[in-house]
């Protein structure tokens, strides 16, 4: 097998017994950086589909009379709330690094498929709401919900929850559309300006719920039946009820749909919104929907004082698509209109330009975006980098040949960091029989890491334990997210990161692209002294810093330098 110089020097980090098992447990200084500070500028966070990622119980695979008929990747293939906390007990994440977990919508979808016009989907995906007060039966229970979040809280993980204000799901013969005063199902958008970016449905069959109505409006008909059915009904309107009297807001559409996704903070303690289709929404709208979470969150702390993990506030990051890190704050809707959403209720939006910025060289990308979130346009604020998720067509690599390169532009890239899940095991993303998003959207490929597939250079736990060496390593050190960049060397490379705020202080050093056939010294450039003990986290070692520079004995393309 021939060797790239980053699969070679994880394998020697390794040893062949590591790489035979590639057990998340075997990876080093998980329960030492599990205690680190946290903060949501340096989050690593692993975006999954609840669908795609692990099956617990094949007994819930097919609910509501759905058929295993759908076009390629377009079906429910049986992945559940109860897969992904067995992954959090077993260590997946902690060993990896995650400190905070992202799921797609959880709620009820719309029971029968349709076609978009890439062939019959159902909405495995959590996007297509038919209620969103209810766990999709194909996904597990409530109380498998609330198990995935205090699992997560017990080992220090946070939760975000996908929530969706801009529409329901498609209509079909089994699931009816709800009234007009609810939702528009014309016309289609164009994406020109304001106007024809939110008052319009994303696409046909779409229908857009009226988030600019104030005017009351009953419960849908449909919903209103289906809890009755389901013995409910009673103490959803007094639920409401209360809701309304306490916060004297109206009865329209938007209001509703702010108090049924803030109930699963005020239920389950989940820490965080990541919003869907944030542009396609009045920006003003968000900024209620923070208003109504903040209140749920710090009702459910108050009730759970035992559970909680920190006083921190509730976060809210956005997905508005295209959004990229040097639009700083304002985002072109066009027409001459724009849109601030970091002044509407968010703390960082979804960073679209990292996949472009990755094609640049480590210092370009990583100094401009130090720069724009250190002094610049985003002081303040924070983006999600990512370079691949469930809808972007056009990820970084989706043959999955820099595995590791693409880690270490994601991972090491100041702001914080989403993993789309199978990143760290080179899950492709051109699955040949599937169309358009479907590509995307697979099946976690939990054999080829069991099995320790063969690629074209590099072994798929080569790949995981490279993640997880770099994604410890931002647990550990909160700069290498959240603190302010500086080269120290072009060649071969080394930079600094440094953390201040208040009594908390950071820093560290990593030098990349390092010689694999010598160990290197590395000039600390004064970032830490003589003397000072210091550990590389890629392999583990520790070395004293003498005459201003450190040499661990090792042969890695990588290393990650700070003090434990």
Excluded at 167 to 194: L, Q, S
Excluded at 524 to 532: I, N, P, R, T, Y
């Amino acid at each position: 097998m021939k060797l790239t110089p980053l699969a070679l020097t994880v394998a020697l980090a390794l040893g062949s017994s590591a790489l035979a098992t590639a057990a998340p447990q075997a990876v080093p200084a998980a329960a030492r950086a599990a205690a680190r500070p946290f903060s949501w500028d340096n989050a690593t966070v692993y975006f999954l589909l609840t669908d795609r990622f692990n099956n617990a119980n094949r007994a819930n695979d097919l609910a509501y009379g759905r058929k295993a008929d759908a076009a390629p990747l377009r079906g429910f293939m049986g992945g559940d709330l109860a897969g992904i906390t067995a992954k959090i007990r077993a260590g997946y994440f902690t060993s990896l690094g995650v400190n905070a977990i992202w799921l797609t919508p959880p709620v009820e979808q719309i029971h029968a498929g349709t076609d978009e016009g890439t062939g019959k989907s159902y909405g495995f995906h959590g996007y297509w709401a038919a209620d969103f007060t209810a766990i999709d039966a194909n996904l597990g229970t409530e109380q498998d919900f609330r198990e995935l979040v205090e699992a997560a809280h017990q080992r220090g993980i946070r939760v975000l929850l996908d929530v969706v204000m801009n529409h329901t799901g498609p209509v079909t013969e089994a699931d009816p559309v709800w009234p007009d005063e609810w939702v528009r199902t014309a016309p289609t958008c164009t994406y020109k300006d304001a106007a024809s970016t939110i008052s319009c449905t994303l696409v046909k069959n779409l229908p857009d719920v009226r988030t600019d109505s104030d005017t009351p409006v009953a419960l849908p008909p449909a919903l209103v039946a289906k809890w009755q059915r389901e013995g409910r009904l009673e103490r959803e309107q007094r639920e409401l009820d209360e809701f309304f009297a306490r916060t004297g807001y109206p009865r329209a559409p938007r209001y509703y749909l702010m108090k049924w996704h803030s109930d699963w903070v005020r239920k389950y303690g989940v820490d965080g919104f990541r919003a869907d289709t944030v542009k396609h929404v009045e920006a003003p709208v968000w900024k209620e929907l923070r208003t109504v979470a903040d209140a749920a969150f710090e009702d459910w702390k108050r009730a759970n004082p035992t559970k909680k993990l920190s006083d921190e506030r509730f976060y809210m990051t956005a997905e508005v698509y295209n959004y990229r890190l040097a639009d700083g704050q304002l985002h072109d809707l066009g027409g001459g209109h724009s849109a601030n959403y970091y002044q509407n209720g968010f703390d960082s939006l979804i960073n679209f330009g990292t996949v472009a910025d990755a094609e640049q060289d480590y210092e370009s990308m990583f100094s401009r975006y130090s720069a724009m979130l250190h002094g610049g346009a985003l002081q303040g604020y924070s983006v999600l980098n990512y370079l691949a998720s469930h809808d972007f067509d056009r990820p970084y690599d989706a043959a999955r040949q820099r595995p590791f390169v693409t880690a270490n532009k994601l991972l090491l890239a100041p702001g914080a960091a989403q993993i789309y899940y199978g990143d760290e095991t080179a899950r492709r993303l051109d699955v040949a029989e599937a169309v358009g998003d479907a590509k995307l959207r697979s099946f976690m490929n939990w054999d080829e890491l069991k099995q320790n597939a063969q690629r074209d250079g590099y072994r798929v736990a080569q790949v995981r334990a490279h993640w997880a060496k770099l994604g410890l390593f931002r647990q550990a050190h909160i700069a290498v997210g959240a603190g302010v960049h500086q080269q120290l060397q072009a060649q071969p490379y080394v930079f600094k990161r440094t953390y201040s705020k208040g009594a908390l202080q950071d820093k560290v050093v990593v030098a990349l692209d390092l010689p694999t056939d010598r160990s290197t010294s590395i000039a600390l450039h004064g970032v830490f002294a003589d003397g000072a003990k210091v550990r590389d986290y890629y392999s583990g070692k520790t070395a004293v810093v003498r005459h201003g520079q450190v040499n661990f004995g090792t042969r890695n393309a990588v290393l990650l330098i700070g003090q434990d």
